[in-house]
């Protein structure tokens, strides 16, 4: 006779509600299905691998004991957060992850109402937290706030921040510190699970409760004297005594795996009403799926893999990629210059910092997720005699843009910034693009903003910001490879403020600023097939201008097209600035400034990203004729 097969357990979920439903000894299995459908899914569409991996019990826990989307679980960092998109209806859509049209890699309030708070960044959650819980406190709304903090998020300075300022939230704030690299916790078990339990349970905390008020009523010395030894006795079993002065009851710490430990206290700081309680949850990144455990770094980020042998689909080989070109050209500087020093905040691959690392290992400091830190740790470096270089994402520079202003350009100090992921970046979408970084480093005094055209300009940019004592410097470079350029064997330091033209025309210029330049070179041709004869130049810096080409330039031409990969405010205004102070928009307007559209532009493949912002080389095209047309209109009436 044969056996019925059994319905996955993960097909009767399709909301939170659905997983309540479900028998508690069955969520063993569910877990073990949702584990296996995010492996599947991710080896199809690339992504954030081990994290994920890492938070399926607690996810599923967190679900089965919460009544969300009522109380509000807020997931800092947002990669951390594919089990719980499957589990909150969007289990159809998950292979279209980061893809066009598809589902953010990270959690976004427009995408399901059981992601109340986009974290695509760190270290928020607990803040955001806060402001929900807050928030129902005083509407005497129901409904708790649960933030799960982990990945190294809690090494940024926000998440102590809001700590030190969450007593006021009560028992609606619950933090759950996801400790998945063993950084804080004390082995855990059997006793661990039991003390969690204990301390978590009504009965504890009434009891502490009573001693509390009975202790207020004894002298001062013998209440002091009993907090002490309670405070005492509650570190040693369980380590809690930093959060327990930050204002929060500390419960913990417990594996993050077994759903027979994570249930039960759960639930009990779900009833309790004691809080702010913070949980200390120890899981294993990676966990459960063999090439991601046994990886040095978890599987974090990978490209579409094989699931069997969890080989990753490399892309063909090519050019280097520009943070690697970074790096390397670094460390070769430094082995001259024992002053050159680089600093990163948690992405030394991402940045090439690892690379100098493992040549300069005592110059290399990768201080976590802490902007803030990293640059006014540059700028005491630069003020002792150091040459550092901050290496940072473009989007993660926003973070620490006050010490950039404060205690970098207003002092003059000569930090150098290496801005890795400038422009639009692909899967990563509107959070992690950098579109801003000329328009908020080109306005401060004293800096100078290069942008590499290609991987051979950026070793010679490079070059030049360690040489430069001046002042700020910073080099802006896009994320992925290079363009094929032959790498230069001596770099050359560039005169500051110098531009180049790399193609010599009469009528239409184009003056392109980063790695639109090969574009920018293809809509030379088309305009030049079309009897346009047309200058390409590479202006190298955003500031300072290179105002003797630009007024050469605009003197020359009909018609000039500024080029840049970011946001208003950039080359463009600072052209279209110059033109105005020197009475040379006076004649006409001849200038069309071409740049990221004022929208936070979805992920998406780069090429689509780039067609959609209009910044190709048939946009170019297109702009320098309907410029050239309008030219002529406007002579034509001005002779009638």
Not at 236 to 260: K, S
């Amino acid at each position: 006779m044969n056996e019925r097969p059994v319905t996955p357990l993960l097909d009767l979920v399709d909301t939170p509600h659905d997983l309540r439903r479900l028998p508690r000894e069955q969520l063993r299995q569910l877990a073990d299905e949702l584990r296996a459908e995010m492996i599947d899914a991710v080896g199809s569409t690339g992504g954030h691998l081990g994290s994920g991996l890492g938070v399926v019990e607690l996810t599923v826990a967190l679900h089965y004991v919460f009544d969300t989307p009522d109380d509000k679980l807020i997931w800092d960092v947002g990669h951390q957060a594919y089990p719980h998109k499957i589990l909150t209806g969007r289990r159809d859509r998950i292979r279209t992850l980061r893809q066009g049209g598809g589902l953010s890699g990270f959690t976004k309030r427009s995408e399901s109402e059981y992601d109340p708070f986009g974290a695509a960044h760190s270290s928020t959650s607990i803040s955001a937290g806060l402001g929900f819980a807050i928030a129902n406190k005083l509407t005497g709304a129901p409904g708790k706030a649960i933030a799960v903090i982990g990945d190294g998020a809690m090494s940024a300075g926000m998440a102590y921040e809001a700590m030190n300022n969450a007593e006021g939230a009560g028992n609606r704030l619950v933090v759950i510190l996801n400790d998945n690299d063993m950084s804080i916790a004390p082995p855990v078990g059997g006793l661990s699970a039991y003390l969690a339990r204990m301390v978590s349970s009504s009965e504890y905390l009434g009891l502490r409760s009573i001693a509390s008020k009975v202790a207020r009523k004894l002298s001062s010395k013998v209440h002091s004297g009993l907090e002490k030894a309670e405070e005492y006795a509650r570190g040693l079993a369980t380590g809690g005594t930093l959060f327990e002065e930050l204002g929060f009851y500390y419960v913990g710490p417990i594996d993050g795996h077994n759903l027979d430990h994570l249930i039960p206290v759960l639930e009990n700081v779900r009833d309790s009403e004691q809080g702010p309680i913070l949980v200390h949850v120890v899981t294993k990144k990676g966990k459960g799926y063999a090439p991601a455990e046994a990886s040095a770094d978890k599987y974090h980020g990978v490209q579409r893999f094989d699931v069997i042998t969890g080989e990753q689909k490399k892309s063909a080989g090519g050019p280097p990629a520009y943070q690697n070109v970074f790096g390397e050209t670094l460390a070769k500087l430094a082995e001259d210059d024992p002053r050159i020093c680089a600093i990163t905040a948690a992405m030394p691959s991402g940045t090439g910092v690892d690379k100098f690392a493992k040549a300069h290992p005592a110059r290399a400091f990768d201080v976590g997720i802490a902007e803030q830190h990293a640059v006014t740790f540059a700028a005491g470096l630069a003020a002792q005699g150091m040459r550092p270089f901050c290496a940072i994402y473009s989007t993660f520079l926003q973070r620490a843009y006050d010490q950039v202003v404060h205690d970098v350009a207003i002092q003059n100090l000569p930090v150098r910034f290496a801005i890795d992921r400038a422009g639009l970046v692909g899967a990563d979408g509107a959070t992690h693009a950098g579109s801003f970084d000329v328009t908020y480093l080109a306005t401060l005094p004293n800096f100078v903003v290069m942008a590499a055209a290609d991987e051979a300009e950026l070793v010679h940019m490079t070059y030049t910001a360690a040489e430069h004592d001046s002042g700020p410097i910073a080099v802006r470079y896009p994320r992925g490879n290079g363009v094929g350029v032959e790498l230069p064997q001596t770099p050359e330091r560039l005169p500051i403020g110098k531009g180049r033209i790399v193609r010599e025309g009469s009528k239409v210029a184009i003056l392109s600023l980063g790695t639109r330049l090969r574009e920018a070179l293809k809509a030379a041709d088309q305009l030049d097939a079309k009897g346009l004869s047309t200058t390409v130049a590479d202006l190298r810096f955003a500031k300072p201008l290179d105002e003797e080409l630009i007024d050469r330039l605009l003197r020359t031409h009909e018609v000039v097209l500024t080029v840049e990969e970011g946001a208003i405010g950039g080359l463009g205004a600072h052209v279209l600035t110059y033109a105005s102070d020197h009475g040379l928009t006076d004649v006409g307007l001849k200038i069309r400034t071409m740049r990221l559209p004022d929208i936070f532009q979805d992920h998406d493949d780069p090429v689509r990203q780039y067609d959609e912002a209009g910044l190709n080389a048939a946009h170019m095209v297109a702009r320098a004729l309907d410029a050239l047309r309008h030219n002529s209109v406007g002579v034509e009436e001005a002779r009638a």
